[in-house]
């Protein structure tokens, strides 16, 4: 009876769908309750064990003395543990091949600020906390060399939704010649939408930019518009870095290659 409910909590994060889809597949076997947890269980170990390759994979592509800057939380917050993204951040920061991290606060939520910072300061990773309208300031600056970001779903031509805010990252990354990581797991790929046109973007409650810790911010009778997610195009993303291997330069053809 939950099935229907998770999936309409999150239409453009894919490897929900994916996570219950393999749920499905159990129950219609005939398993138990006992057999449900343990598949839960497997998928959660499963993910643990591709966020620690990943994060070899991408701390491999950095070179040396590297800046690098993330949006949202894809740290233990967010995964079964270690992370996608913060996973190639932690695992940089311990091959002494990160110099520098910076975290976008992640408005509206604040999950860069409330979350990543906290993961970060918690593992002993120097940080910097920096508002997202400064990211263009800070890559101009010559700090930054990376941007290292997550994905909710990655179409067949690999082009990525990822938390609102992500987009401009790539676009302003491009125009200063840094370079732009994703980093997400198989299961966030799906290869029946042919490209981000066709990714649903969930919308939420324009009452969340309207106001701050519940308290009311903005002038009455102002309207918002509050997208969750945006779609970075496959052309502005030089690796994608997933537990089967990277892709650089992601398109239809290496997608395809990788993922059939």
Known sequence: ????????ARPTAVNLMWALDRMQRRIAEGADAAALEGEAQAIQDEDL?????MGELGAALLGTDAGVITHCNTGSLATAGYGTALGVIRAGVSAGRIARVFAGETRPWLQGARLTMWELVRDQIPATLVSDSAAAHLMKSGQVQWVIVGADRIAANGDVANKIGTYQLAIVARHHGVKFMV?????????STSSGE???????????????????TVVEGAVAWNPVFDVTPAG?????????????????????????
Request: aromatic content about 2%.
């Open 1 to 8: 009876a939950a099935l229907p409910i998770l999936r309409a």
């Open 49 to 53: 064990a591709a966020n620690r390759h």
């Open 183 to 191: 980093v997400a797991p198989a299961s966030t790929v799906d290869m």
């Open 198 to 216: 066709h990714i649903e973007i969930e919308m939420r409650d324009p009452d969340e930019l309207l106001a701050h810790s519940g308290q009311r």
């Open 236 to 260: 502005l993303i030089d690796a994608l870095v997933t537990e089967r291997g990277v892709i650089e330069n992601p398109d239809a053809a290496r997608m395809q290659a990788l993922f059939a």
